[in-house]
Structure formats: structure tokens, C-alpha cells
């Protein structure tokens, strides 16, 4: 559930679909650079968050996600739009 | 072990439908391939284009593959390959009853490229003709094959026409590089989706358990699909027939190559539950679950 947004839970996934320590995913860390994630980990790593959140991530928006940050950010605006609703 | 608890197929919009076998039962008396000598690396590409070994085998586990001749035809690739099964099989040409060729690039509009090895095997009795389902095609095809078997309708009497003499390379493909246009993020994830959900239907209407897949032998579009689906449903990769890095993407030949190394290797032993798994252009999609004799 989107309204139950937890940062824990984003990092145990990135972690496990990236192959890295969940600890690692922090918020400034950069998908290539920190958790050496190319184009198709970002693909796995959104498909994976789609299932989980009921979110739809257009692939456009794919290359604006450079730091977990960004994608904690999508995540937020989704689950607030959601409540809105 | 899945990763996320609460999958939702995000393919959800297309049904899926498995059939468990009936009537006559069905049997692969014998699998044969062919590829071509000549090999061209990544470190080949390398000088032909702005690419890197690291890149294409990190993205797709694809290291070498093999090339036909240019003006080669699907025709004369599929004749080797079937002379191959033949050979492995034990039967004559004359004893064949239906020649089924599952191809992403016929030679032409008509003749299919079926009759074409219909006329050059010399085999009067069989019915041939092509089926064009992308990559998907074998599983497509294997399945047609199967279903006249169990109906006891092995293609004897139906009328057909022969090939004739076609001049050898005649029907090439017109556009020496046809131009394919693919969205591969959506591709990589409804390949994904599509190959969890194949695995999950098809053993669940045999039932058979996911854990009793003995070898999955998926298409070769992409290593990170295959070990992407294959994660998630848990399978072991030790149980996935996986020769990527040796042929690259053969589009409708990806399986029975695989499978055919699969059989060489001793990596199928009788009582073996054998999942092909296709996904292709279309877009197709197609499973079959074999219990080896």
C-alpha cells in the first residue's frame, strides 16, 4: 500500500534487485555511480516498485531517476496524489 | 523465494490460457540443429561500431555469435538443421507426415520455406507449411504438431501442393537489413511478467510444481530476462538452460538450440519436467510443459 510509504521497505528491495547491502540505499546515492546499476536494474528495480506500490512509472520519467532520492520523491507525489483522490 | 509477496502482473490486461495434454500422446523422437562456423565477437563489433564487450555482456550475456553468410537463406539453414533431426531421430524423410518450420525470417511471401525442405528432403507425403509468431514460433509450432498428433490427424491427405524446383536463394528477404524497431523497457518487463506467468499456469494445469521444473529452457533474448524470471519464480539457475553468450538472440531458433545442448550435455534424464518458454514480436507468448520419456 502506497499510503504506508516506508523507506525500509524501498531499501530491502532495491538491495535485493540491485544485489547491494539494503544500507546502502540511501537517499544520495546514485543508481550508477554508488550501486553500479545500469539501465536494466533501473527497469527490474521499477517493475519490482510497480507491482508493490500499484504505481505506473512511464519509462520517460526513467531517465530523470539518478539518485534514490529521486525515486523516493516519485514515490511520495504518487502515494499524496493517491490521497487526494 | 519471490521477491515481492504481493505480485501483480502488470500483463494482467492478456489472458492466459493452458491446455493439458489430451487424445494421442506426443513424444520428440529426436532434436537436431544448425548454426553457422563463422563467429563474430563482441571484440568484433567492437571495431565495427561505438560498443564494448563489457557493455553488451553485462546488459545482455550475449559474448559471440554465429553468422550466416550474406544471401544465405533461411531455407538452406533450416534444411541442415532438419537433415540434423532426421539423423538424431532415426527416420527417413519418406516417413515424414508434416514439416512444420517456425522461422521470424521466411524467404518470401510463398513458397513457405516448409515446402521448400518438403521438395529438397524428398519427403511426398508430408504436409509443410510456416508459422510466423516472432520468437515465439517453435513453441507455436511444436504445439500445432502436437495437437494433430493427438487428434490422430498427422497431416496424411491433406491437400498440398510441392515446392517445385525453386532456384536456390530466389526468395531472399528483399531488404538486405530490415530495420526492427523495439520499446525494450516494456519488452524486458513484459518478458519477465509474461515468462513468470507461463511457468506458474502451464505447471499449475499439469499440475506439476514450480520446484519439479527440472530444466527451463527459455527463449535467449536477453540473460537479465532469463535470471530475472528465473529469480522470482526460484528457480536455480543450475536449472535453466541458458547458451546466450554463444549464439546471441536466434529469435525462433533460440530454443531448440538451447534445448538441443541441453539433451547433448545430459542435462535431461527420463522423468525430467522440461519447460520451453517462449515470448516474441507480436506480441507472443507460448509455453509447454514435456515430461521426458
Redesign the interface.
Known amino acids: 500500500m502506497a499510503s504506508q510509504l516506508n523507506f525500509k521497505e524501498l531499501q530491502d528491495?532495491a538491495g535485493?534487485?540491485l544485489g547491494v547491502d539494503p544500507d546502502q540505499v540511501q537517499m544520495d546515492k546514485s543508481f550508477q555511480r554508488d550501486l553500479a546499476a545500469?539501465?536494466?536494474d533501473l527497469?527490474?528495480l521499477?517493475?519490482?516498485i510497480?507491482?508493490?506500490y500499484?504505481v505506473e512509472l512511464p519509462?520517460s520519467e526513467?531517465e530523470n531517476m539518478k539518485i534514490i532520492a529521486d525515486l523516493w520523491k516519485f514515490l511520495e507525489q504518487k502515494t499524496a496524489e493517491r490521497l487526494e483522490a | 523465494m519471490a521477491i515481492t509477496t504481493n505480485y501483480r502482473t502488470r500483463s494482467d490486461a492478456v489472458p492466459l490460457r493452458s491446455f493439458k495434454a489430451k487424445g494421442r500422446p506426443s513424444a520428440i523422437a529426436g532434436v537436431g540443429v544448425y548454426a553457422p562456423d563463422k563467429i563474430i565477437t563482441n571484440f568484433d563489433l567492437e571495431k565495427m561500431m561505438d560498443t564494448s564487450d563489457k557493455w553488451i555482456t553485462e546488459r545482455t550475456g550475449i559474448r559471440r555469435r554465429h553468422i550466416a553468410e550474406p544471401g544465405t537463406t533461411t531455407f538452406e539453414l533450416a534444411t541442415k538443421a532438419a537433415r540434423s533431426a532426421l539423423d538424431a531421430a532415426g527416420v527417413s524423410p519418406k516417413d515424414l507426415d508434416m514439416i512444420l518450420v517456425g522461422t521470424s525470417s521466411p524467404d518470401g511471401p510463398f513458397p513457405s520455406v516448409a515446402c521448400r525442405i518438403q521438395n529438397e528432403l524428398d519427403a511426398p507425403g508430408a504436409v509443410a507449411w510456416d508459422t510466423l509468431a516472432a520468437c515465439t514460433s517453435f513453441v507455436y509450432a511444436l504445439s500445432i504438431a502436437d495437437s494433430f498428433i493427438a487428434t490422430g490427424s498427422d497431416g496424411r491427405g491433406y491437400a498440398q501442393v510441392t515446392a517445385g524446383n525453386i532456384e536456390k536463394g530466389a526468395y531472399a528477404a528483399k531488404d538486405p537489413a530490415p530495420f526492427i524497431d523495439m520499446v525494450g523497457p516494456d519488452v524486458f518487463k513484459f518478458a519477465v511478467d509474461i515468462f513468470i506467468r507461463q511457468a506458474t499456469e502451464v505447471c499449475q494445469a499439469a499440475g506439476v510444481g514450480l520446484d519439479e521444473i527440472d530444466l527451463w529452457v527459455p527463449h535467449q533474448a536477453n540473460f537479465r530476462i532469463i535470471d530475472a524470471a528465473a529469480r522470482r519464480i526460484g528457480l536455480p539457475i543450475e536449472r535453466v538452460a541458458v547458451n546466450i553468450d554463444e549464439f546471441g538472440n536466434t529469435s525462433s531458433a533460440s530454443i531448440p538450440l538451447a534445448l538441443e545442448e541441453a539433451i547433448r550435455k545430459g542435462r535431461v534424464k527420463s522423468g525430467d519436467h522440461v519447460l520451453l518458454a517462449g515470448f516474441g514480436s507480436g506480441l507472443t507468448w507460448g509455453a509447454t510443459l514435456m515430461k521426458w520419456a
Open positions: 528491495l535485493e534487485i545500469d539501465s536494466l527497469v527490474e521499477i517493475a519490482a510497480e507491482d508493490k500499484d519509462d526513467l
